[in-house]
């Protein structure tokens, strides 16, 4: 449904049924001004014939005409005020539901889904993108409806008139709507372009401004190179998206300004030949100029939708995007606080495996560290036991019940994780330790922030425990965030924690912290750690080693496994080796 090219049912889709009705009511009344709009087009010719004659044309007098002129002219009118009305209505309704249904769904997404640019990409959509598509279904669907259905009324009454322009319009409007679909897929193939460009380089200012710190490390702080080829190869799209909108503006621009010179020409030679009078000649090269209008009309409308096109297709990507399975009711208890996966098979994308038949048993009460070359799939392996994604094949099974078969909720109350990306709310310190577990009391509070560290940024901060975090916790640094993410684990007391111990280099105080945090976790908790520090790796009660291959290659205490002399003495070794470096 997603990729089918019919715009107006994939906006009524997100219309509730009472919006969608007003809506088709709506685009009913501009259909029926856009019929009165062409008939007094029409009326326009007899009634000037009336008038210059004296006598009745078509059985009506000039002021019969003129009155029924004035009455097409007040229901057209009406019939667009309340069309307009019912429209907007049922454009906001759209704007209102798009929220919802953003809303429920991205509740609804498996954890794995969101990346970094998630939160600007949502956020965009439901604000200036539903605004813009909104405005798609209130103003263009009926724009384009009233206008076309004037033009049709209008085309098969000038047939009254003179069966030879009749014949002229009827051949030449397919042609004209043939030539406008194809300028609007010129300016839709434009504006893609031009879009990708945009998104291009907006992520890579955004990569540019996050990794100041990086890049002015490797002294390169305004010398971005990718930002640099990004906006080379952007302006070359959007000069390519230019030339695209510019060919299908002029496309139907000459289509529109040809049919009405042509109708002019037959019209003008129709005068000259004594086939209609002069006062006939000049009112249809005025009804011909308005026609124009409605034509131009007609071509900003579907450039309008085309335009919005881009935006239907974000919405109905982030709508049907898949979802976990998830069962009403947890099949059944877990028995214990042990995980067990079983030849989990997974990748994130198919061509490509990560884990291939990862065997992990960790009994309850048990710490597991899990260790073995960067990008071998450790952290997945947490992230499949916390049900981010669904393994390919095998299962994850906790206390003896396989993931899948608990309720979000049961899963979530067993298990909790402290991964490397901590998020923050723009909330104060305190309520951002206490969402682990809003009923602690305040001496619980205070003990898992002397454990984790967190007391020593409070007493830092002037406003201490009431200090706001910012967006995402921007106002404190990345590892004061995690100190608090360590003090939500330990207050959340779950029988499972899933650490993922950070790559980058803490500082000795955070690292003493964290290891003190990781004894406490070790006493009340089943604890499995991506561990890359060799001090938690040596309190662990058994060691994982994976390999590159997304398998396990030795499994033991650090006892057994240096014994080995395989991959982890290795490991061992050279982790030893660069502990031991000093700066002179
Ligand atoms: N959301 C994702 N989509 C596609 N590929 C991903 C995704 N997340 C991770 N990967 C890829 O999967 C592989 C395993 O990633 P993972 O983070 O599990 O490795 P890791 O062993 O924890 O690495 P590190 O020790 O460097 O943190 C990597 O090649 C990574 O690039």
Same mark, same amino acid.
């Given at each position: 449904?997603?990729?089918?090219?019919?715009?107006?049912?994939?906006?009524?889709?997100?219309?509730?049924?009472?919006?969608?009705?007003?809506?088709?009511?709506?685009?009913?009344?501009?259909?029926?001004?856009?019929?009165?709009?062409?008939?007094?087009?029409?009326?326009?010719?007899?009634?000037?014939?009336?008038?210059?004659?004296?006598?009745?044309?078509?059985?009506?007098?000039?002021?019969?005409?003129?009155?029924?002129?004035?009455?097409?002219?007040?229901?057209?009118?009406?019939?667009?005020?309340?069309?307009?009305?019912?429209?907007?209505?049922?454009?906001?309704?759209?704007?209102?539901?798009?929220?919802?249904?953003?809303?429920?769904?991205?509740?609804?997404?498996?954890?794995?889904?969101?990346?970094?640019?998630?939160?600007?990409?949502?956020?965009?959509?439901?604000?200036?993108?539903?605004?813009?598509?909104?405005?798609?279904?209130?103003?263009?669907?009926?724009?384009?409806?009233?206008?076309?259905?004037?033009?049709?009324?209008?085309?098969?009454?000038?047939?009254?008139?003179?069966?030879?322009?009749?014949?002229?319009?009827?051949?030449?409007?397919?042609?004209?709507?043939?030539?406008?679909?194809?300028?609007?897929?010129?300016?839709?193939?434009?504006?893609?372009?031009?879009?990708?460009?945009?998104?291009?380089?907006?992520?890579?200012?955004?990569?540019?401004?996050?990794?100041?710190?990086?890049?002015?490390?490797?002294?390169?702080?305004?010398?971005?190179?990718?930002?640099?080829?990004?906006?080379?190869?952007?302006?070359?799209?959007?000069?390519?998206?230019?030339?695209?909108?510019?060919?299908?503006?002029?496309?139907?621009?000459?289509?529109?300004?040809?049919?009405?010179?042509?109708?002019?020409?037959?019209?003008?030679?129709?005068?000259?030949?004594?086939?209609?009078?002069?006062?006939?000649?000049?009112?249809?090269?005025?009804?011909?100029?308005?026609?124009?209008?409605?034509?131009?009309?007609?071509?900003? =409308?579907?450039?309008?939708?085309?335009?919005?096109? @881009?935006? &239907?297709? %974000?919405?109905? !990507? +982030? $709508? #049907?995007?898949?979802?976990?399975?998830?069962?009403?009711?947890?099949?059944?208890?877990?028995?214990?606080?042990?995980?067990?996966?079983?030849?989990?098979?997974?990748?994130?994308?198919?061509?490509?495996?990560?884990?291939?038949?990862?065997?992990?048993?960790?009994?309850?009460?048990?710490?597991?560290?899990?260790?073995?070359?960067?990008?071998?799939?450790?952290?997945?392996?947490?992230?499949?036991?916390?049900?981010?994604?669904?393994?390919?094949?095998?299962?994850?099974?906790?206390?003896?019940?396989?993931?899948?078969?608990?309720?979000?909720?049961?899963?979530?109350?067993?298990?909790?994780?402290?991964?490397?990306?901590?998020?923050?709310?723009?909330?104060?310190?305190?309520?951002?330790?206490?969402?682990?577990?809003?009923? =602690?009391?305040?001496?619980?509070?205070?003990?898992? @922030?002397? &454990?984790? %560290?967190?007391? !020593? +940024? $409070? #007493?830092?901060?002037?406003?201490?425990?009431?200090?706001?975090?910012?967006?995402?916790?921007?106002?404190?640094?990345?590892?004061?965030?995690?100190?608090?993410?360590?003090?939500?684990?330990?207050?959340?007391?779950?029988?499972?924690?899933?650490?993922?111990?950070?790559?980058?280099?803490?500082?000795?105080?955070?690292?003493?912290?964290?290891?003190?945090?990781?004894?406490?976790?070790?006493?009340?908790?089943?604890?499995?750690?991506?561990?890359?520090?060799?001090?938690?790796?040596?309190?662990?009660?058994?060691?994982?080693?994976?390999?590159?291959?997304?398998?396990?290659?030795?499994?033991?205490?650090?006892?057994?496994?240096?014994?080995?002399?395989?991959?982890?003495?290795?490991?061992?070794?050279?982790?030893?080796?660069?502990?031991?470096?000093?700066?002179?």
């Amino acid at each position: 449904m997603s990729n089918s090219k019919r715009f107006l049912p994939r906006l009524r889709r997100y219309m509730d049924e009472g919006d969608r009705r007003q809506h088709r009511l709506g685009t009913l009344l501009y259909a029926l001004s856009g019929v009165m709009c062409g008939i007094g087009l029409a009326i326009m010719m007899p009634a000037t014939m009336a008038l210059q004659s004296g006598d009745p044309q078509w059985g009506l007098t000039f002021w019969g005409w003129a009155v029924a002129l004035a009455a097409v002219t007040v229901v057209g009118s009406t019939a667009s005020f309340f069309g307009t009305k019912l429209s907007y209505a049922a454009g906001l309704g759209f704007m209102r539901n798009m929220q919802v249904v953003i809303g429920n769904k991205v509740s609804r997404l498996p954890l794995g889904w969101f990346k970094a640019d998630s939160a600007g990409r949502l956020s965009r959509m439901v604000t200036q993108e539903m605004i813009s598509t909104g405005q798609a279904a209130a103003l263009y669907v009926g724009q384009l409806i009233k206008n076309a259905a004037a033009a049709i009324v209008f085309c098969a009454a000038v047939w009254l008139w003179s069966w030879q322009i009749g014949i002229m319009l009827t051949l030449s409007i397919p042609i004209l709507f043939l030539l406008l679909r194809v300028s609007q897929a010129c300016v839709g193939k434009g504006n893609g372009l031009e879009d990708s460009a945009e998104r291009d380089i907006a992520a890579r200012i955004v990569e540019f401004a996050r990794c100041q710190g990086a890049l002015r490390a490797c002294r390169a702080g305004a010398d971005y190179e990718e930002l640099e080829s990004s906006f080379v190869e952007g302006r070359k799209r959007s000069i390519r998206g230019l030339w695209w909108s510019a060919l299908g503006e002029i496309l139907s621009g000459t289509s529109v300004q040809m049919l009405v010179v042509s109708m002019i020409i037959a019209v003008s030679y129709l005068g000259a030949s004594g086939s209609i009078g002069a006062l006939e000649t000049v009112v249809m090269i005025g009804v011909a100029l308005r026609f124009t209008t409605l034509l131009n009309e007609i071509a900003s =409308a579907l450039f309008g939708m085309e335009d919005r096109r @881009a935006m &239907l297709d %974000g919405m109905d !990507e +982030v $709508v #049907e995007a898949a979802e976990l399975p998830v069962v009403g009711e947890s099949r059944a208890r877990p028995t214990d606080a042990s995980v067990r996966m079983g030849e989990v098979r997974f990748s994130y994308m198919k061509e490509k495996p990560i884990l291939r038949g990862v065997d992990l048993d960790v009994p309850e009460g048990s710490m597991v560290a899990i260790v073995g070359p960067s990008g071998c799939g450790k952290t997945t392996m947490l992230k499949l036991i916390a049900r981010f994604y669904d393994v390919d094949d095998g299962a994850v099974r906790i206390g003896g019940v396989d993931v899948r078969d608990m309720t979000t909720e049961d899963l979530f109350a067993r298990v909790s994780f402290v991964f490397q990306d901590v998020y923050l709310f723009n909330d104060t310190l305190r309520n951002n330790v206490l969402m682990a577990n809003p009923d =602690a009391s305040e001496e619980q509070l205070r003990a898992v @922030a002397d &454990l984790a %560290g967190v007391t !020593e +940024v $409070v #007493e830092r901060l002037p406003e201490g425990w009431e200090t706001l975090c910012g967006e995402g916790g921007r106002s404190l640094s990345g590892g004061e965030r995690q100190r608090v993410s360590i003090a939500r684990a330990l207050l959340k007391q779950a029988p499972i924690v899933l650490l993922d111990e950070a790559t980058s280099a803490l500082d000795a105080e955070n690292e003493k912290n964290v290891v003190r945090s990781i004894e406490t976790l070790k006493r009340r908790s089943t604890l499995i750690v991506v561990a890359h520090k060799l001090e938690t790796v040596r309190m662990a009660d058994k060691i994982v080693v994976m390999d590159s291959s997304g398998k396990v290659a030795e499994t033991g205490t650090h006892n057994e496994l240096i014994a080995l002399e395989g991959e982890y003495k290795d490991f061992w070794d050279k982790r030893n080796a660069s502990s031991q470096w000093q700066l002179v």
